[in-house]
């Protein structure tokens, strides 16, 4: 049970997943993007993702949530995944790798890493509708 300070609950969660909670390096926003998406997942979180895309590559990438600490961690670790990756390889990536990389997820979790791959997918396909 989560406590009246709001501590995160990480009871359960393997260390990849804890040390992926509030890492920086890819996350926030970004004003010009050349794909964007953003999705609600069926508990409610939310997820953005931008992409700066040159010569089919992922030349940088960020995301934004305020969901709980196992989707955050998802798209930490969707974005390490993606990042500098070409378009194709981009797409290979899949939850279930996004599991395998965090060393498992709580069983009430595991939509959380299929809501990161699927805002990602939708990113790159915003980009390549667009150009
Ligand atoms: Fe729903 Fe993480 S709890 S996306």
Known sequence: MENENNKEKTIGYPKEVINLLNDPRFFGRMNDPTGSAYLKGPCGDSMEFYLIIEDDRIA?????????????????????????????????????????????????????????????YRAIADYLLRF
């Open 60 to 120: 940088d990438i960020k995301y934004y949530t305020e969901g709980c600490g196992a989707t955050r961690a998802c798209a930490a670790m969707v974005a390490y995944l993606a990042y500098n990756k070409a378009i194709n390889q981009a797409l290979d990536i899949s939850a279930g790798e996004v599991i395998q990389q965090l060393k498992g997820l709580p069983e009430d979790h595991l939509h959380c890493s299929i809501l990161a791959v699927s805002t990602l």
